[in-house]
């Protein structure tokens, strides 16, 4: 059966998602507020938009919640919009069998986030790895030493302004 679509043509926020992750949707929309995110889904993946000060909360009740029970993350990426960095979390709740994804946008003149690597221990590579690749400091982390660039390494690789093919190594 076709899912019910808007005269746009567009279907529903949500609607796309299986019964499982609308209920999920449903239950952080009720019980995170609208104040903290705007939510949406992909493919069959609930996600909410978060900003950047309500991060480190959201992420730590995500995990705490009963009902949510996020106590994996399974990874974190950056992505370069040109206007601004989207921070990407993927969480995943092994006793639920769910996944999460939270976005924040971070505009390039304020490239800080709370860390989350006191929730999560597998943020701490992560975070390093966004901080060498697009330029992101993760307030509050314990080591944001290079991971995978040296130290004085000029510029962010994984930014769209960055000259790849102007890069020699030696």
């Not at 919640?65 to 989207?86: N, P």
Request: hydrophobic share 35%.
């Amino acid at each position: 059966m076709e899912k019910p679509k808007r005269k746009d043509g567009s279907i529903p926020v949500g609607e796309n998602l299986s019964i499982k992750n609308q209920e999920l949707l449903n239950y952080i929309s009720r019980h995170f507020g609208g104040k903290y995110f705007r939510h949406g889904s992909i493919m069959d993946i609930p996600q909410i938009s978060v900003e950047p000060q309500d991060l480190w909360s959201v992420c730590e009740k995500l995990k705490t919640s009963k009902h949510t029970d996020f106590k994996m993350l399974l990874c974190l990426a950056g992505v370069d919009y040109v206007e601004y960095i989207q921070i990407v979390y993927i969480l995943y709740s092994l006793n639920k069998a769910h996944t999460l994804a939270i976005k924040v946008d971070l505009p390039y003149d304020k490239l800080e986030i709370p860390t989350v690597s006191d929730i999560w221990r597998a943020a701490n590579w992560y975070e390093r790895e966004a901080h060498d690749l697009f330029g992101v400091d993760f307030s509050g982390h314990p080591d944001m030493s290079p991971l995978i660039l040296y130290e004085g390494f000029e510029g962010y690789p994984g930014r769209k302004e960055f000259p790849l093919h102007d890069y020699d190594e030696y």
